[in-house]
């Protein structure tokens, strides 16, 4: 790579926390204790249980040993010609750094490697929707419980850097509201959806249905920002239909999988577009992460045609209307030159997925990526600090 200045200091869009062991059960409801996460020790060795079944989603949920961050980096750039498999390139596993852990030690690390402020996202919550997603009481009283310990561990604004995203789920939009205000009243500046289809008591239904609009018209009113990151959805449930397994299980390789044109994330923006969210609530800013943005291209494209089409459907061209609201931060492997002209620099976000194996070991080498795809200094700052430090402060 070229050899760039490095913007200082950055605002990272995707931080990670590893969860403590009671994340889920520190404050679990009595009444869904058992229905929702257990610790179980089977064969000698501890097991997250959830919904009574042994979870797969992650191989290790204690963390108690971890693979360097941005062990993967080459992998996920497509460089291992060898086909060393994955389990060996995460190389010696280390006992969990109390920087995955503690807020304060990780103030101190953000101070060392120059991060003014970063969202901090789950590492196992985001495959625990789907988990139990056949008991749904169970499941909005499992995120209430891991919201309560989030608000305790890490906070929603703490030091005014750390910014904890509470996990709300859509499958009941009453429970939503509430859940709402009550990370509201302690300083949510960003919410956490799961991408995809929305399954209900009364079947599946798009985010972008009129009985979720209580929920968009109070993050609008609250100023806050909405985020999807990358983690399981109920698309996993569509593999059976390729002969591929329904369990998601991180890291293990799957080639089938990486070929399917299916993409949540893709499908839920064309779904909180064209169902008309972004029209009914201008105000919202929507931010995608760890999605990638290869998908951003073809959304577009498909939108672009259809309205084209049918314009007299449209309050407005949807193609403007999702590049005024929504922003993307890319995987260091996309084209971020292709990006830049679909999204505009102003719509871009750094998103290291510090301390994860398939992040960046320094936030700061994006800079790098940022220049070999033809962006600007002025455009890199963008980028890599004033988007994202803008996301956690209130719309008006």
């Not at 919904?51 to 693979?67: M, Y």
């Not at 009550?182 to 599946?204: I, K, M, N, S």
Request: net charge negative; aromatic share 12%; hydrophobic share 40%.
């Amino acid at each position: 790579m070229t050899d760039a200045p490095v913007i200082r200091p950055v605002f990272d869009a995707d931080n990670h926390y590893y969860e403590a062991l009671d994340a889920f059960t520190r404050y679990a409801e009595p009444e869904f204790a058992k229905r929702t996460m257990q610790w179980a020790e089977i064969n000698g060795k501890q097991r997250l249980l959830v919904g009574g079944k042994v979870n797969k989603f992650l191989g290790n949920p204690t963390f108690d040993k971890l693979a360097k961050p941005g062990c993967l980096e080459e992998y996920f750039r497509g460089n291992n010609p060898d086909g060393t498999d994955v389990l060996t390139l995460f190389g010696q596993l280390e006992p969990t750094d109390p920087a995955y852990r503690d807020r304060d030690v990780r103030v101190e690390v953000m101070d060392k490697m120059d991060i003014v402020g970063a969202l901090f996202f789950p590492t196992l919550g985001v495959g625990m929707e789907q988990a139990l997603s056949d008991d749904l009481p169970a499941m909005m009283s499992a995120f209430r419980s891991f919201n309560r310990w989030l608000d305790d561990d890490w906070g929603f604004a703490y030091q005014d850097r750390i910014f904890g995203v509470p996990y709300l789920t859509l499958s009941d939009a009453d429970n939503a509201v509430a859940e709402l205000e009550w990370v509201l009243d302690r300083g949510a500046r960003v919410v956490l959806f799961q991408y995809g289809p929305v399954l209900t008591e009364t079947g599946w239904k798009s985010p972008g249905d009129r009985v979720y609009d209580p929920v968009w018209a109070r993050i609008e009113e609250a100023g806050i920002t909405v985020a999807f990151h990358g983690g399981d959805s109920a698309y996993s449930k569509l593999m059976p239909m390729w002969g591929e397994s329904s369990v998601t299980e991180a890291f293990r390789f799957a080639p089938l999988r990486a070929g399917l044109s299916w993409d949540a994330i893709h499908d839920t923006f064309a779904a909180i577009t064209l169902h008309g969210v972004l029209d009914r609530f201008p105000g919202i800013r929507y931010v995608a992460v760890e999605t990638g943005s290869g998908w951003v291209a073809p959304l577009l494209q498909k939108m672009g045609k259809a309205y084209k089409q049918n314009p007299k459907a449209f309050p407005r061209d949807p193609r403007e209307a999702f590049q005024q609201q929504v922003y993307v931060s890319p995987f260091y492997e996309n084209d971020l030159a292709e990006l830049k002209e679909l999204m505009s620099a102003d719509h871009i976000l750094l998103g290291s997925d510090w301390p994860h194996t398939e992040g960046l070991a320094d936030p700061h080498s994006f800079t790098k990526d940022l220049t070999e795809a033809g962006y600007t200094p002025a455009e890199q700052q963008l980028v890599m600090h004033d988007n994202g430090a803008a996301l956690v402060r209130p719309a008006r």
